[in-house]
């Protein structure tokens, strides 16, 4: 099989060093204030974003567009502190240090303490359900990224928060933007051309709906079934390149604001996407019954005139586009859904 693996050439530490200025002489963090806070929006790729070609830095093997839903995300409050771990509160419960989601975040933090003595408080709110395929990893890291900045009062542009962001998640490059982004795959080992940025346009009547078709942890999380796939899956040759066109087409249907076109591709990325983890050993099956009923309502729905896409990610849930002018036929199928506005003022 193809080998897709590249060698970082910096290390995560001396990532973070070259992006936020740290060199001998120049201290990071002398003008920390007392606590910092950031705020991101869950973005939603249409055209995905699967498999790295390097793991430490999160480098991609291809390119991805998002939208960000607005209301829906983190908001994070950060302060320093001394001891022996980092104090963690997710959603009013304080987590125990070794709970994944606490470790996760602790390594991701490592990068940025002060002294070897310095642990961080760290007090965040998900406006979605955590771990649910909704991406509140990558508002998470996002507005951690953001508490960060706030915090030690850097400044950076939002592209050099961007990169940072990349490195605790890769889809939470894309959420430092509201409405749509680009995150370009990058070609350098040294990971410093692989940022998102936004495309800097408004799309007034396009709609977001939210189908929840099951909201628990997943069996097999983003980082771990993206791996897996690269490793195990002979279909996965054929992803890059379809991703890059698929990019591209969604990027122009944006900017032409062509719906049809932005709805077939984005449809056809996520199953492309979805068969990579099915052709996966072991198989990776997202879907649940409900997930591919829903799949046939919405193909039926087309059949009857009504232009309405999905896109899934890792998890059950299916997100649907769809324009204004369809939403009472959407609401009268689905019934209880919620729909997002990203660009409604
Ligand atoms: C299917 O960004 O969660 O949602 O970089 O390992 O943290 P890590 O993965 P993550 O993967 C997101 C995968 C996806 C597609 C996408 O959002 O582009």
């Given at each position: 099989m193809k080998d897709f693996s590249q060698s970082a050439s910096l290390s995560p530490q001396a990532f973070v060093n070259q992006v936020i200025g740290h060199r001998s002489g120049v201290n990071a963090f002398s003008q920390a204030k007392s606590r910092g806070f950031g705020e991101a929006p869950v973005n939603i790729a249409l055209s995905k974003y699967w498999g790295k070609r390097e793991t430490s830095l999160n480098l991609p093997i291809n390119g991805s567009v998002s939208i960000s839903l607005p209301g829906l995300g983190t908001q994070t409050e950060l302060a320093l502190s001394e001891g022996k771990h980092d104090q963690i509160v997710l959603n009013d419960h304080t987590l125990e240090p070794h709970a994944a989601f606490a470790q996760r975040l602790s390594r991701f933090l490592n990068l940025f303490r002060p002294t070897e003595h310095t642990i961080f408080q760290v007090d965040t709110h998900n406006t979605v359900p955590t771990a649910a395929g909704l991406a509140s990893s990558a508002s998470g890291y996002a507005a951690l990224v953001l508490a960060l900045d706030d915090l030690f009062q850097w400044q950076l542009s939002t592209d050099k928060l961007s990169?940072?962001?990349?490195?605790?998640?890769?889809?939470a490059c894309r959420s430092l933007y509201p409405g749509f982004a680009i995150w370009h795959r990058g070609e350098r080992s040294d990971g410093l051309d692989s940022y998102a940025e936004a495309i800097d346009t408004t799309w007034p009547d396009l709609c977001i709906g939210l189908l929840k078709v099951d909201i628990g942890e997943k069996a097999v999380g983003s980082t771990v079934g993206m791996q897996q796939t690269v490793e195990t899956c002979e279909l996965y040759q054929a992803w890059?390149?379809?991703?890059?066109?698929?990019?591209?087409?969604?990027?122009a249907a944006?900017?032409?604001?062509?719906f049809e076109r932005l709805g077939q591709t984005a449809e056809h990325n996520a199953m492309s996407m979805h068969a990579t983890m099915m052709a996966t050993w072991p198989p990776i099956l997202y879907w649940q019954p409900e997930s591919?009923?829903?799949?046939?309502?919405?193909?039926?729905?087309?059949?009857?005139?009504?232009?309405?896409y999905f896109t899934m990610d890792a998890g059950p849930n299916l997100k649907l586009l769809f324009l204004k002018q369809e939403k009472p036929a959407i609401m009268q199928a689905f019934g209880k859904i919620d729909v997002i506005e990203p660009f409604a003022i």
């Open positions: 990169l940072l962001a990349r490195l605790g998640s890769g889809s890059p390149e379809q991703a890059e066109n698929d990019l591209k087409s969604i990027q944006i900017l032409e604001q062509d591919v009923a829903a799949m046939q309502q919405v193909w039926q729905l087309r059949q009857q005139g009504v232009a309405v």
